[in-house]
T-cell receptor, first 115, second 112 residues
Framework: GAGVSQSPSNKVTEKGKDVELRCDPI?????LYWYRQSLGQGLEFLIY????????KSGLPSDRFSAERTGGSVSTLTIQRTQQEDSAVYLC?????????????FGDGTRLSIL | DAKTTQPTSMDCAEGRAANLPCNHSTISGNEYVYWYRQIHSQGPQYIIHGLKNNETNEMASLIITEDRKSSTLILPHATLRDTAVYYC?????????????FGTGTRLKVLA
């Protein structure tokens, strides 16, 4: 089915490199969310988009993290100068609307490992 | 800061009801409570959500206390495939923006 798709599913990179994680939401979903899940931990909310706009970026862990969304569809989460503590599973979700009682639909995440 | 609190782990015998509590005492009056579960290596799967009234769907029932400060997810006849980590989520509105607060999650183990 046409669920939320994330790529790559796994990414291994060296400390100091930049990485870009991609999320393709469900078609027609206006809201998009990014979360981080460290090993054995719960989900940490990072940022959400309403259309192409991210009203609050304060949940991003540091200024090395940035996110954008274009065309009300695909979103990318970019981490610059990666550090070992960035190793985690990065999950993306989308919902039909931001307002109201719309549930979020999650992808299976990108597992990022920083060597 | 807003938070949700869940027990770390629970066991349930197969075929019995699993009752998973969540405390969300700081929830505001117009925000929903959502429940998700996560099976190893997969993204969270939506189960159910509610505002004030109790809710039921094909997967589970949700009981919300009258003061809305806590809720209980009920899996009426747990199966081995229900073994997962269960999260309750609330949304917090602040200055026109939102944050999504996941609980710590309850690791439910269904025993044969």
């Amino acid at each position: 089915g046409a669920g939320v798709s994330q790529s790559p599913s796994n990414k291994v990179t060296e400390k100091g490199k930049d990485v870009e994680l991609r999320c393709d939401p469900i078609s027609g979903h206006t809201a998009l969310y990014w979360y981080r899940q460290s090993l054995g931990q719960g989900l940490e909310f990072l940022i959400y988009f309403q259309g192409n706009s991210a009203p609050d970026k304060s949940g991003l862990p540091s200024d090395r993290f940035s996110a954008e969304r274009t065309g009300g569809s695909v979103s990318t989460l970019t981490i610059q100068r990666t550090q070992q503590e960035d190793s985690a599973v990065y999950l993306c979700a989308s919902s039909l609307l931001l307002e109201g009682n719309q549930p979020q639909h999650f992808g299976d995440g990108t597992r990022l490992s920083i060597l | 800061d807003a938070k949700t609190t869940q027990p770390t782990s629970m066991d349930c015998a197969e075929g019995r009801a699993a009752n998973l509590p969540c405390n969300h005492s700081t929830i505001s009056g117009n925000e929903y409570v959502y429940w998700y579960r996560q099976i190893h290596s997969q993204g969270p799967q939506y189960i159910i959500h509610g505002l004030k009234n109790n809710e039921t769907n094909e997967m589970a029932s949700l009981i919300i206390t009258e003061d809305r400060k806590s809720s209980t997810l009920i899996l009426p006849h747990a199966t081995l495939r229900d073994t997962a980590v269960y999260y309750c989520i609330v949304r917090v509105a602040k200055k026109g923006t939102y944050k999504y607060i996941f609980g710590t999650g309850t690791r439910l183990k269904v025993l044969a």
